[in-house]
């Protein structure tokens, strides 16, 4: 039978949860260990699909098809699994299922509440993800703070399986920060001891503090939390501030909680072999020239809203021995200031997804300088569709070439839905989602990074290109380099009179990982670090 960590939060959000329960995964699987993991998100949405970027940040494509929240990506990069639907639970999820069983007649006779049937409907959701993934230990983070009303339910559900699971198969760990005053050059504790305080409330006593900081903790710290939240002092985990979040499982390893949870919940264990990920933190902290690359989209406020891009780049730079200088440029801002001043020093353009007209016009403004200055670019999704917008318009000299997202009424429709698309009304979870099949063509740049015929990516868009313009636009140099198996779809699209402007349908960014750069993202990185752009040249040796 499986046995399950909990991971809870306390005193502020976004404390590093979602890091550390990656983190805890890594540290089992050095152990030959096998672990999945789940989040429990506590919103009332079925998932994050419908929700802005400026609300939740990325949302998460599994291979699958489930629209998730971005922990899984570093789970998934952490733990190197491919999660899938189950992994993501939410408040919207069990609601949904409870009420509908009540419609059936389920519990025909009974009054549905809270407890039990809701707390029974999330208990399911762990058994489903240990019967499924067959992992030893499963993590469960529950997100947002310990303390919110809605994450109640999710509290007394994992409360219960102390019981449920017996004693010796469940731990809780709670993550918690400690403020630091300047006035008196001091961390606080208080703030732990009240969240610690409001577990105990209902009942769950932690196992073991993880305690966040951008200071260096004091010993004295731990035994003090160690005294007032009854818990051992080597159980006071300390995890300062670090400048990468590969380092985490490092620090974690140091503090020795990999064998605390081993002895803990009496696990079969190996020596743990960390060495890949030394070496990778090692390489990661060594400075390196940059690479200039400008990410342009209209989220760039939340840089959230496109993590797995980020870290993408940032496995692809690393292979080259190189680091990003990521540029966020606003696309609206491209639109009011043109494109030279906001580009001029970039090495390399990309142009991530996103969702509705504002900003679209910068990001084609940023292709198009791609492509008449020659810079690589690298289109995911709606970068791929601003790509063919704005080389149709340059193609057929108007600027009316447009996705139908944009313009329903474009002469010109590029991108537009597919017939069996035009029907659906729903926005929930109704878009092309999750793996599907794509041809790499032969002698392409797609084909040289990939090197094989045939792959698999995840995807997470409803518009298309749309067929009534391949023959018109591969005559003047549009090159389908990756077609669904049926030839029907372009899935890669590149030009050719270029040296790397390669985009693709769907999301690459979610199947890159530290030690295996995704082959696009390589290529890409790859080519935009030979460029000598305005501020990136190397110095000169100046002879006398
Ligand atoms: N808005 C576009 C579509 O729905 C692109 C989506 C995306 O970039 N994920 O097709």
């Not at 005193?11 to 995964?25: F, L, N």
């Not at 400690?178 to 409001?198: D, I």
């Not at 590969?246 to 081993?262: C, F, K, M, S, T």
């Not at 070496?279 to 902290?285: N, T």
Request: proline share 6%.
């Amino acid at each position: 039978m499986a046995k399950y960590i909990f991971v809870t939060g306390g005193v502020v959000s976004s404390v590093g949860k979602g890091i550390t329960a990656a983190s805890i995964g890594t540290l089992l699987e050095s152990r030959h260990i096998t672990v999945s993991v789940q989040k429990l998100d506590p919103y009332l949405n079925v998932d994050p699909g419908t929700m802005s970027p400026y609300q939740h940040g990325e949302v998460f494509v599994t291979q699958d098809g489930a629209e998730t929240d971005l922990d899984l990506g570093n789970y998934e990069r952490f733990i190197g699994v491919n999660l899938t639907a189950e992994s993501n639970v939410t408040s919207g999820q069990i609601y949904s299922e409870v009420l509908a069983k009540e419609r059936r007649g389920d519990y025909l006779g009974g009054t549905i509440q809270v407890v039990p049937h809701v707390t029974t409907e999330i208990k399911e959701r762990f058994k489903r993800l240990a019967e499924k993934s067959q992992a030893e230990v499963i993590i469960i983070e529950v997100g947002g703070t310990v303390g919110d009303i809605e994450g109640q339910p999710f509290l007394e559900a994992i409360r219960q399986m102390r019981k449920d699971a017996g004693r010796d198969n469940v731990l809780y760990i709670h993550v918690t920060l400690l403020p630091y005053l300047s006035s008196t050059q001091e961390l606080k504790t208080k703030p732990t001891q009240h969240s610690v305080n409001e577990l105990r409330r209902i009942g769950i006593q932690p196992d073991i503090i993880i305690c966040r900081s951008d200071y260096p903790i004091p010993e004295g710290i731990r035994d003090k939390i160690s005294l007032f939240c009854d818990v051992e002092r080597q159980a006071v985990i300390p995890l300062p501030t670090a400048p990468t979040i590969y380092e985490i499982p490092l620090l974690l390893e140091e503090a020795e909680l990999g064998q605390l949870i081993v002895d803990k919940l009496g696990l079969k264990a190996n020596q743990p072999d960390l060495s890949q990920w030394k070496e990778l933190v090692e390489r990661l902290k060594t400075p390196h020239e940059p690479v200039n690359i400008a990410l342009v989209g209209k989220y760039v406020e939340l840089q959230d809203a496109y993590f797995s891009v980020r870290e993408a780049l940032c496995h692809a730079a690393l292979y080259h021995d190189r680091d990003i200088n990521l540029f966020w440029v606003h696309s609206e801002d491209l639109e009011k200031d043109g494109s030279d001043a906001l580009l001029r020093s970039a090495q390399g353009i990309i142009v991530p997804g996103g969702f509705g007209i504002r900003g679209i016009e910068g990001m084609v403004t940023a292709a198009d300088y791609a492509r008449k200055n020659e810079i690589p670019y690298l289109g995911l999704c709606l970068g791929m569709q601003v790509m063919v917008i704005a080389f149709a318009r340059s193609v057929l000299g108007s600027n009316e070439p447009n996705s139908t997202e944009l313009n329903a009424s474009t002469p010109y429709p590029v991108i537009d839905l597919l017939p069996e698309q035009k029907t659906i009304e729903n926005k929930g979870g109704t878009m092309r989602l999750g793996n599907y099949p794509c041809q790499v063509v032969k002698g392409t740049h797609a084909a040289a990074a990939y090197g094989q015929e045939l792959i698999y990516e995840r995807h997470r868009h409803r518009y298309e290109f749309n067929n009534k313009f391949r023959t018109q636009l591969a005559e003047a140099g549009l090159v389908y380099s990756g077609l669904s198996p049926d030839g029907r779809l372009v899935e890669i699209c590149e030009l050719a009179n270029h040296p790397w402007m390669v985009s693709c349908q769907f999301h690459p960014e979610f199947g890159s990982r530290p030690s295996h750069p995704h082959p696009l993202f390589r290529d890409f990185v790859g080519v935009a670090k030979e460029i000598l752009r305005e501020g990136a040249q190397p110095s000169l040796p100046l002879s006398p």
